[in-house]
């Protein structure tokens, strides 16, 4: 089993900046592509922004150009530096990671974590 944990939300004013953290633990055994998404009350869960195991990212046009997503293959955590933020961008965000549990074989599976809030006041 893969666990994930988030952490570095909070409430911020419009215009300012959070970084968020997302720690993988347990039986890992490979680490392929890392992400973030996020869900707002009411709305489905939507893609924020994905990396590779080798560093590429791609990001939704909602934060293209304010969001920078970044990992630490050697401590299993991904980041998410959020600049400029607004009020639209208030929602929970979750991390996932495409990984290989030891316990699971070789089967790969998508982890989630439990999520972190992220309030933006206009």
């Known amino acids: 089993q893969v666990q994930l944990v988030e952490s570095g939300g909070g409430l911020v004013q419009s215009g300012g900046s959070l970084r968020l953290s997302c720690a993988a633990s347990?039986?890992?055994?490979?680490?392929?592509?890392m992400g973030w998404y996020r869900q707002a009350p009411g709305k489905q869960r939507e893609l924020v922004a994905t990396?590779?195991?080798?560093?590429?990212?791609k990001y939704s046009d909602s934060v293209k150009g304010r969001f920078t997503i970044s990992r630490d293959n050697a401590k299993n955590t991904v980041y998410v530096q959020m600049n400029s933020l607004k009020p639209e961008d208030t929602a929970v965000y979750y991390c996932?990671?495409?990984?290989?549990?030891?316990?699971?074989?070789?089967?790969?599976?998508?982890?989630w974590g439990q999520g972190t809030q992220v309030t933006v006041s206009s």
């Open positions: 990396i590779t195991s080798g560093g590429s990212t």
């Open positions: 347990g039986s890992i055994f490979r680490i392929n592509d």
């Open positions: 996932s990671a495409d990984a290989v549990s030891i316990g699971a074989g070789l089967a790969a599976y998508v982890y």
